[in-house]
């Protein structure tokens, strides 16, 4: 279902959604850095930020843009994040809807803004202004991957997906694209996702399931424990599949939930499967705990720590370093009860190391992609949490990002 | 005051203490790994041990001794920290308390037990036998160094220090050994710490005094935010200064305080200043909040952030990630009222970044010991964290430790 052309239809995939992405001369590789999402009927809005106190302009501008509840536009940038950088920061990030607003014919409140890049450094805005003009003269429904690309950063590639479900009788499409690699960590680092869809309803009730769907895809990833001061997750939906209003409750609802539900977890594993420098993609499942925040904080302690993650890059099999970081996530355990499997199989059992054979778990631990399963005996709570190895690279791409 | 003769004379240096360090062919390296630290006057002993949920079997064992509130002796290898290994562990934890006593001619319950080293393996009991032997036949007022070298594992060197002061008219002295390096992150890491006195201090109150002073000094440090399931602090005072005891709420415990904390502080940087690949001693102070609680973690959020971390291993001088790293530690704060100073030169103030001449912040950045303050502007309380930047190295020593 997310086949290399649904990526390539991205979020132009739903009805009525046209993309562009421009080269505007802010990265400092010349990239494509002006990405431009619109839609000309109007669509309900939900929107997820960071709880990062120190919150980005377009962050700050943008909870004040949601809350009419309608969207037409977002606009937004890569290679500078707009982020302390102060009343004309703030100046800067209402221009940057101003002029897509003046462009495309709506209100500026109704375009919503992102940046993301350097931190504390103010924006090109005479760049900006021809990157925006330009973005709109491109529009179209093929603009998706142009759009994609000219969001991310650090990341190898852009990440984008897409899906039709039948709600009410009508074909209804979900598309998407995401950028995040570093600063990757709940509550969603330096993340950017916009996910478009031609359903029909409320803004109430998108945000609703939206603001849901968060706390299992984006708030469930960790690639360093950073989080960034720009995060955010759009979804427009601007009800051209001419399906019923879907209603709370009922089973286009339950359809509705579970598509954006797919699409924020394949976007998050994406997101992790490409944290800097990664050459692992972690599925830490921890089962058997009395609560889902329980299991969360476990899932979590594995996933950030340093000695895992280097475990794991080395491919050795230390499941002393998992069941080490189990022990400290502040959740009382019974050692002797805690069941360690790595790529099903088990390494640690009875509070002793398990007997395995050495070749197989060499086997999973050559793999790029390995699952750690924890079972705490404890109770039926669960947490799945996406994570990544720490190389070499990691501190070679951060070590030399210079400001 | 911690010149090399007092690191020579170390945990020996106080009168009526006794240490050795031996080759027992634990470490696969073949280096010093079995320790052994005496006095054959009883002294008062305190300790402090990991909060993780998965302790070894050596710290299970300390908990009940200590209880008594004497000892006589520690004995402590590395190479194999007898962690997750079941009753068989809790045995042989036991088995070399009880070695070493019938060595000593004390109790078993007079002797402490330490390991540290690959989690998971059991000790090889015939080796530790033979190391516990050679150590008490070595014993000496010289050992210190030796006993030092045989509880480090990934350690660059040996921690020691020593310091005297007088209290109640007599000299009253101090020594300790310390290692630690990975795995280091309050509450206490894969960290050993073995602390004598000759001062004349009950078991209650140097208790109560450890326990205050851990707080803020070895819970003060973080190289890589992991807790070790090993961590322990010994003090063991035995009263052969001759000082009359020593009283709670006295201007003699204010001294002795003081110089434990010392003490304990000492190590505490020196541990993370010998972080596993460390370059960079960073020095994390956090001002001007509310509380004692507020600054840790503030300065925590700071000292295990990847990215911060990565930047001065780079040496480079970027805010933005330490003003974003604050911003995600969970206190309110106001940006604008927030000043970050690198070396003393103010990089951050008034929600921007600072004017600053380059050459100036390039100079600090370039130093091997670097200070970080952050002002909150929020109230009267602080606190100091010390850490170290994140290296290739690091993840190479920890990719390629194999189990």
């Known amino acids: 279902m997310f086949s290399e052309k649904s990526r390539k239809a991205g979020i132009t995939f739903p009805k009525g959604f046209k993309a562009a992405g421009v080269k505007a001369g802010i990265k400092k590789s ?14 309900a809005v939900a929107g997820v930020f960071t709880k990062n106190e120190v919150a980005a302009a377009p962050v700050l501008v943008d909870r004040e843009y949601i809350k009419n509840g309608k969207a037409h536009a977002i606009v937004a940038n890569a290679g500078c994040a707009n982020a302390c950088t102060g009343e004309l920061g703030l100046k800067n990030a209402k221009e940057m809807a101003k002029l897509a607003a003046a462009e495309l014919g709506c209100q500026p409140e109704d375009v ?4 993301t890049g350097i931190i504390g450094v103010n924006l090109p805005m005479d760049k900006m202004a021809a990157g925006i003009k330009a973005a709109a003269a491109e529009l179209s429904v093929d603009g998706s991957m142009n759009a994609g690309e000219a969001i991310i950063t650090t990341d190898t590639y852009s990440k984008a997906c897409s899906l039709a479900v039948t709600i009410g009788g009508k074909e209804v499409r979900f598309g998407a694209i995401a950028k995040g690699s570093g600063m990757i960590q709940p509550d969603m680092a330096t993340m950017l996702c916009y996910i478009s869809t031609d359903a029909n ?13 968060v706390e299992i895809s984006f708030n469930m990833i960790s690639v360093d424990g950073d989080m960034s ?4 997750v759009f979804v427009l939906a601007n009800g051209e599949a001419g399906n019923p209003e879907i209603k ?10 579970d598509t954006l539900k797919t699409i924020c977890q394949e976007l998050s594993k994406k997101i992790a499967a490409d944290g800097e420098g990664a050459t692992k993609f972690l599925t830490i499942n921890v089962t058997g705990t009395k609560s889902f925040e329980d299991a969360k904080a476990i899932a979590m302690c594995i996933a950030k720590s340093p000695l895992v993650k280097t475990a794991f890059f080395g491919e050795d099999p230390n499941w002393g370093r998992v069941i080490c970081a189990v022990g400290y996530a502040g959740v009382p355990m019974v050692p002797e009860k805690t069941v360690i499997k790595f790529g099903g199989i088990p390494v640690y059992a009875n509070g002793l190391g398990a007997e395995f054979e050495e070749a197989d778990l060499r086997a999973v631990m050559e793999k790029p992609d390995i699952v750690i399963d924890v079972e705490m005996g404890q109770g039926d709570a ?3 949490v996406w994570s990544c190895d720490l190389s070499y690279e990691y501190v070679k791409i951060n070590g030399e990002y210079h400001t």
């Open 30 to 43: 010349g990239n494509l850095d002006v990405a431009l999402i619109y839609t000309e009927k109007e669509a």
């Open 248 to 257: 709370e409750g009922t089973k286009d609802y339950e359809i509705f939930y």
């Open 382 to 384: 669960g947490a799945t």
């Open 112 to 115: 919503l803004v992102s940046s």
């Open 201 to 213: 309803i409320s803004s109430q009730l998108l945000q609703k399931a939206l603001s849901d769907i």
């Open 229 to 232: 001061t720009n995060d955010t």
